[in-house]
């Protein structure tokens, strides 16, 4: 699986529009861009993933640049229960030497404030 | 109610004991996993699983042993060769294919 990059910490205000960015250089044609939170001493939780398209569904926007090379994910309204570990993870699903495996990086704690 | 179960939640054994983590999904998911974390650490894949009676090394797989008797069980034993045991271990499920994973609420051991 290609290796991500995330900033250690973000912070937010309440109502505001929460960016987070991941960079994945190395990401191949097949693998796809996952994004899960992990709210404190609870299992993550999957927000979205995409493979090129930019992606929303009713949590957060998924924007994937069009090398594919780095990714945003996009809280339009964060709010503090927003507040959380956030994992970016690019993983081929078709098959390699990887196939089957689920490996999360250190992530991003994002802190929303009132 | 579908979902993926891991008990206890808390659990406390003394140092040198084998101990077992449970984990139960009824979501019919082919590939089952155990992760670790410490505390303001990431995830870290010990053992997975794709298929019944079949399982794959993660990254920290000593100490730990699994077995994947039926599809809905993946149990996780500690055994006594962990050499730093206490930590928070997460359990998850997910059919194989681009579809994303479910996670337990894990369990939370102390080794004292």
């Known amino acids: 699986d290609a290796k991500t990059t995330q900033p250690t910490s973000m912070d937010c205000a309440e109502g505001r529009a929460a960016n987070l960015p991941c960079n994945h250089s190395?990401?191949?044609?097949?693998?796809?861009v996952y994004w899960y939170r992990q709210i404190h001493s609870q299992g993550p939780q999957y927000i979205i993933h995409?493979?090129?398209n930019n992606e929303t569904n009713e949590m957060a926007s998924l924007i994937i640049t069009e090398d594919r090379k780095s990714s945003t994910l996009i809280l339009p309204h964060a709010t503090l229960r927003d507040t959380a570990v956030y994992y970016c993870?690019?993983?081929?699903?078709?098959?390699?030497?990887?196939?089957?495996?689920?490996?999360f990086g250190q992530g991003t704690i994002l802190t929303v404030h009132p | 109610d579908g979902g993926i179960t891991q008990s206890p939640k808390y659990l406390f054994r003394k140092e040198g004991q084998n101990v077992t983590l449970s984990c139960e999904q009824n979501l019919n998911h082919d590939a089952m996993y155990w992760y670790r974390q410490d505390p303001g650490q990431g995830l870290r894949l010990i053992y997975y699983?794709?298929?019944?009676?079949?399982?794959q090394k993660g990254d920290i797989a000593e100490g730990y042993s699994v077995s994947r008797e039926k599809k809905e069980s993946f149990p996780l034993t500690v055994t006594s060769a962990q050499k730093n045991p206490t930590a928070f271990y997460l359990c998850?499920?997910?059919?194989?294919?681009?579809?994303?994973?479910?996670f337990g609420q894990g369990t939370r051991l102390t080794v004292v």
């Open positions: 190395t990401i191949s044609g097949n693998e796809y």
């Open positions: 998850a499920s997910r059919e194989t294919g681009y579809t994303e994973a479910f």
């Open positions: 699983s794709q298929i019944v009676n079949d399982f």
């Open positions: 995409g493979l090129k």
């Open positions: 993870i690019v993983r081929d699903q078709a098959g390699g030497t990887s196939y089957g495996k689920l490996t």
